[in-house]
């Protein structure tokens, strides 16, 4: 029997995707993003164990206020990680008539990618860095595995939802914003595209913990700024 770990469930989200939706937080990450909100999502082996027919069952509870443009997504930590689960439940939600998304930064095992997008109705995908040493520096990770799971969505075809986050420091100049248009601009079914401004809301959970928090010294983003950004990206996207 396919087994998943899932950390947690939001009954009611309004922005990761369409309408409303029910977040199934899934549990293990290999990225170690400076200004992750979740790092109790990171390690591997803890979280709630769930069949996909178990997480199903859950879902269909909630399906009477997805209405017309609702659904369920998948977030985490990283859900590419848990593949074969993955599969599974996308496989059993689509067959209960309901919206799949998949909120990700595109690190998981590609072997499984195209099986995985044949159930997926919308990707959900945060491009981290716009160069493979921001990625490192960022992320811990080299941008090869977002690429090719980009490369794996635009060959099946997914609607895409773009985000970013803008971190004052590392991601907030012009010039930043100008190269991630860039690359925007080479991708297909790009629906939407958001600039999420850095929070800090997540740093009590490092204390709580033991981990180090890189970014102690970094305010949240001002949205005055985030509009000027949005401004530049959408001259460049022209």
Not at 182 to 203: D, Q, S
């Amino acid at each position: 029997m396919t087994m998943g770990r899932i950390h947690s469930f939001e009954s009611m989200g309004l922005v990761d995707g369409p309408g409303i939706r029910c977040i199934v937080f899934m549990q293990g990450c290999v990225l170690r993003c400076a200004y992750c909100h979740n790092p109790d999502t990171w390690a591997f082996g803890q979280g709630n164990e769930m069949t996909p027919q178990e997480v199903l069952k859950k879902l269909i509870r909630f399906k009477p206020y997805f209405k017309n443009d609702g659904g369920v997504t998948f977030s985490g930590g990283e859900p590419l990680m848990q593949p074969e689960f993955l599969i599974e439940t996308l496989k059993l939600c689509k067959e209960a008539g309901i919206h799949t998304v998949i909120d990700t930064a595109g690190y998981g095992i590609p072997k499984y990618y195209d099986e995985i997008l044949k159930y997926t109705d919308l990707v959900l995908l945060d491009i981290k860095h716009v160069d493979d040493d921001g990625y490192r520096n960022l992320v811990g990770q080299s941008k090869n595995g977002f690429d090719e799971f980009l490369a794996a969505v635009q060959k099946a075809n997914t609607k895409l939802w773009i985000r970013h986050v803008v971190v004052p420091g590392l991601t907030d100049s012009e010039e930043h914003i100008k190269k991630l248009a860039k690359i925007i601009k080479n991708i297909n079914n790009v629906e939407k595209i958001e600039l999420l401004p850095y929070h800090t809301l997540g740093v009590d959970k490092y204390t709580k913990l033991g981990l180090e928090y890189k970014l102690e010294d970094v305010d949240s983003m001002d949205m005055e700024d985030i509009e000027k950004l949005e401004k530049v990206l959408k001259e460049e996207l022209r």
